[in-house]
């Protein structure tokens, strides 16, 4: 399963046994803020000194409809995500919140609980992972993805690939357990937007660039996304959408 699986696995023991022990109110907030690094820790290392991550949020009041950010652009309607073929590759979607389609349809939800207009992976479970492709490749210039959310369901944790497809080895649809990078897969960032201390709830944006104005020529992305805590049921993400942005000629 490799280093990342046995980390996170390490995490999920040490919750059990906090909870075993855990007496108050304080003691649990304490062992989920020490979940929460744990987690972003065993997503480590982050993108290469190539990429730049740019993570904005609109805690309480700030939160718009328009997803207006200071740093990161509102969600586009005509961006290339919108014409990716989306697939889910590993992990259950919960049945009440939104298809795939969510993801890349240009419409926001409207309210920071409107489980209908978001995706989120099924209650209590891991995550999963969520393909994105075009018929050919596309060079990148920017990849950003957008949550709302009025607790922890609004937080990012994920991992990003990108490839072009035309390796010999290259697997279109690795699960959990296989490392994507040993099977046609390059790891373009890993995100976490976990706050170390402060409000989790409301908008979080995070846009994904690359030097020069590109992140390279991909056919496929890959998202390999993760619960922003496992203290309780509720720790799946609700992700509005995701932006692809081809660079410019």
């Known amino acids: 399963m490799g280093q990342l699986s046995f980390s996170l696995s390490r995490s999920i023991g040490g919750v059990i046994r906090g909870l075993e022990q855990t007496r108050s109110i304080r003691e649990l907030t304490v062992i989920r803020l020490a979940l929460a690094v744990s987690l972003a820790a065993a997503l480590s290392p982050a993108a290469s000194a190539q990429v730049k991550i740019t993570i904005d949020h609109n805690a309480g009041a ?5 997803f207006k950010f200071q740093q990161v652009p509102s ?3 005509d961006d290339r995500g919108a014409q990716a073929r989306i697939v889910l590759i590993d ?6 919140g939104a298809d795939l389609n969510a993801l890349i349809d240009g419409r926001l939800p ?10 989120f992976f099924n209650a209590g479970s891991f995550g999963g992972r969520i393909r994105m492709g075009w018929s050919d490749p596309i060079e990148i210039a920017q990849v950003n993805t957008y949550s709302w959310h009025s607790d922890t369901r609004a937080p990012q944790l994920y991992k990003l690939y990108g490839s072009d497809g035309a390796t010999r080895n290259f697997d279109g649809a690795p699960k959990r357990g296989i490392d994507p990078s040993t099977c046609g897969w390059k790891l373009i960032a890993t995100v976490s937007t976990i706050p170390d201390r402060g409000e989790e709830g409301g908008q979080y944006a995070v846009q994904i660039t690359g030097a020069g104005g590109s992140l390279g020529m991909y056919r496929y992305l ?3 996304i993760y619960p922003s805590e496992i203290i309780d ?3 799946n993400t609700f ?7 081809a660079r410019k000629p």
């Open 222 to 224: 890959l998202f390999d």
């Open 233 to 235: 049921n509720w720790g």
């Open 62 to 66: 700030a939160a718009n409809r328009e």
């Open 239 to 245: 992700y509005s959408e995701i932006d692809v942005i």
């Open 91 to 96: 992990g259950r979607l919960d049945p009440n």
């Open 75 to 77: 969600p586009a309607r």
């Open 110 to 119: 409207g309210d920071e609980d409107e489980p209908g207009a978001n995706l």
